[in-house]
């Protein structure tokens, strides 16, 4: 399992994989990830003790946790997700292709200007200048300089695909489509509802931001990598070509349809909510072709994902995928809404795609990716499984513990018991979710661990060698 | 076209999107274009007013730290109450962004779930068309309650000691202590404590039914005993 012979794939004859994967520049994503990952999961934590009044920083103005809040959800979003994505682009498109990035450079420079961006909006954000925007309360003198960064990203990735010849596989559709859309959807929900719309209109561009930076950024992204990488584990084709194609346009169609789909009830227009119900139960449909797609793929191997770490993390994801979506296709109707709207059904739902989905995904690529880089097996065996484990565990029952709280929540408060009751009886939810962060949390610290094992190994390696 | 760069580029990537954009964004923002956006100034109404003065009242030294004396000729002295009062509701403002107030408080109160019951009268889309709706503050959560019909429904000196320490009058409640809005004890709040105080006096205090609340009718909440033996 050498880098060599992973490198010398089919069409490897002109290209060696070291002339196309920079492999410095995935691996300073992926820590850079994992620290961001790290921060949010603390900034998590912080909330989380607040709501059961145990917040040891409670009353210290740079640790309030209205403002870390805030940090958890970005330093997920910008941190984690866009950096870890990145970094496994970095590797999968130059090999796809079989084209370099446009340029090394500016690859590094993305990199520098990346991490510029989320810092800063950290520190905007601890200093109390952030923008009211949910998922965009980047400080909006940060805003264009983001702007800009998508824009480079975009063109360092867009080269290669666009310098290939002959036919596109499934992977690159997403991305090409998820660049646009990137650039699209940052410039739509940082600006306009900021510059050129108000009140109920900018309600409707901000509902459509949170969701088109869900759809139209992470999810193509994902599922673009997991196209790429579940075959090459697998060995084996992907099941239906057929059905790849229509879970691409149908993602395309209906996802960026549902923005107002976060706010019904509010003051938007009736039909328009209507469109957003309509169109969000369309893509729980295409949703399904596309797990069956996979589940179809994996048919014959399922042995694999007792072996294989990343294929579990993926599989794993892909269940959770299933999940949110079929729960998101009832909780979207007006009548599931009435209830579970502004309630913690909505955050358990959100841990639940963010964590459950996308990041053990991108768990799952670094497992696959750091011993290929590394050029030697991981560490620990048994620091995969506590990873894995603890991972699994934590956000599933996370978002159980959180999606019943909100219905309880609900009730609570349609049936007019007083405000204090639904803070009271959400309290025991409220510890277990705390604890399910922390299991997460330690599914995380594992990891790193591991991570430092097998990079110590490598170097000592290394050493004896020379 | 399924398969082909320019198909995905030109059909997904910016055909759909500009698809969505009209009609989720654009087709919203062309019906309520005919209502007219007010500045900051333009939402000072006697409601408010009567608010801030009384910040002033309760709370002199730090008034008069914060904004200085008014103007002793009548004119002046109306004008600079209404230019300190919106330089307060600016503030206030972007404190309670900044603090993140939004993303445990809702700002706007759903036709459905018997809000109308427990807040006061459903959102219409005007109260929205301001300048300090930009971005609108509707909110995705509550933690706590909803706060668009806040205004008037308690006295500062409750909002004082509730921001400085919130379980010592909300038992049970998961907000945190902001003492950065105070000189050291609730009874003297700083520039930004005044500032957050007159915004959210604010919430609401553009409404006819001003305020909607306890002290002018007895609780609309009907106790559970009472609806039993109403037989309910």
């Known amino acids: ?466 | 076209m399924f398969e082909s760069k320019s198909g995905i580029v030109f059909v997904a990537g910016i055909g759909f999107f500009a698809l969505a954009f009209v009609s989720n964004a654009f087709v919203p923002a062309l019906m309520y274009k005919n209502i007219p956006e007010k500045k900051v100034e333009e939402l000072i109404t006697p409601n408010l007013r009567y608010q801030f003065e009384d910040l002033a009242r309760r709370f002199p030294e730090s008034f008069e730290k914060a904004y200085g004396t008014p103007p002793e000729a009548p004119e002046e002295n109306e004008k600079w109450w209404n230019e300190q009062c919106a330089t307060a509701l600016r503030r206030g403002h972007k404190i309670y962004v900044g603090e993140g107030c939004w993303h445990c408080h809702s700002q706007f109160v759903r036709p459905v779930s018997n809000e109308e019951q427990r807040f006061g009268p459903v959102s219409r889309s005007w109260e929205y068309q301001n300048e300090l709706q930009r971005p609108v503050l509707f909110g995705t959560r509550r933690v706590g309650p909803d706060l668009s019909r806040e205004g008037g429904r308690r006295s500062n000196d409750w909002h004082a000691v509730h921001f400085y320490h919130p379980l010592d009058l909300s038992e049970g409640s998961p907000m945190p202590d902001y003492p950065w809005f105070f000189d050291g004890s609730p009874d003297k709040p700083n520039e930004r404590g005044l500032a957050i105080m007159t915004y959210v006096q604010w919430l609401g205090s553009w409404l006819e039914s001003y305020p909607y609340y306890e002290s002018y009718v007895p609780s609309p909440l009907v106790k559970p005993e009472a609806e039993e033996e109403a037989g309910q």
């Open chain 1, 1 to 466: 399992m050498s880098a060599a012979s992973i490198s010398t794939g089919a069409h490897a004859e002109a290209h060696t994989h070291h002339d196309l994967v920079d492999e410095k520049i995935v691996r300073w994503y992926f820590i850079t990830a994992l620290i961001f990952l790290g921060t949010s999961m603390v900034a998590g934590i912080l909330m989380a003790m607040q709501l059961i009044r145990h917040n040891p920083l409670n009353g210290i103005e740079i640790f309030s946790a209205g403002r870390w809040r805030m940090i958890h959800t970005n330093a997920v979003a910008y941190g984690f997700l866009a950096n870890g994505f990145l970094g496994c682009l970095h590797w999968s498109i130059p090999r796809l292709t079989l084209q370099p990035v446009f340029n090394k450079h500016l690859s590094w420079l993305i990199y520098g200007a990346w991490q510029f961006v989320v810092g800063a909006t950290a520190v905007g954000i601890l200093f109390g200048e952030a923008q009211a925007l949910e998922w965009g309360e980047t400080p909006v003198w940060i805003d264009p300089v983001a702007q800009l960064g998508l824009l480079l990203v975009a063109i360092n990735f867009m080269t290669p695909i666009a310098r290939m010849k002959g036919p596109m596989y499934v992977t690159l559709w997403y991305f090409m489509a998820a660049f646009v859309w990137t650039f699209l959807t940052y410039a739509m929900g940082n600006f306009m509802p900021q510059y050129y719309v108000g009140g109920t209109s900018a309600g409707a561009v901000g509902g459509l931001f949170i969701h088109d930076l869900v759809g139209l950024f992470v999810t193509p992204l994902g599922w673009g990598l997991m196209y790429y990488f579940v075959p090459i584990i697998l060995k084996k084709p992907i099941w239906s070509h057929g059905l790849s194609l229509v879970g691409f346009w149908g993602l395309a169609f209906f996802y960026p349809l549902q923005g107002i789909h976060h706010f019904l009830y509010t003051p938007i227009p009736m039909f328009l909510q209507y469109g957003a119900v309509v169109s969000t139960i369309a893509v729980e449909l295409v949703v399904t072709t596309v797990v069956i797609n996979f589940f179809g793929t994996l048919w014959g191997n399922a042995g694999v994902v007792k072996t294989n770490i990343p294929i579990r993390f993926f599989y794993t994801g892909m269940i959770y995928y299933f999940l949110t979506c079929l729960q998101c296709s009832f909780q979207v109707t007006l009548t599931f809404q009435k209830i579970i709207h502004f309630s913690d059904w909505v955050v358990g739902h959100a841990h639940m795609v963010m964590f459950g989905v996308f990041s053990m995904w991108i768990m799952g690529m670094m497992i696959h990716l750091f011993p290929r880089m590394l050029n030697r097996p991981w560490a620990s065996q048994n620091l995969l499984e506590w990873h894995y484990w603890l991972s699994t565990i934590g956000v599933g029952f996370m978002a159980g513990d959180l999606i019943l709280l909100g219905v309880f929540q609900g009730w609570s408060w349609a049936a007019l018991e007083p405000w204090d009751a639904s803070v009271d009886f959400s309290y025991p939810f409220w510890v277990l979710r705390v604890i399910a962060g922390l299991a997460m949390f330690g599914g995380l610290l594992a990891f790193a661990q591991n991570i430092r094992l097998t990079m110590q190994a490598a170097a000592k390696e290394k050493a004896v060698r020379a």
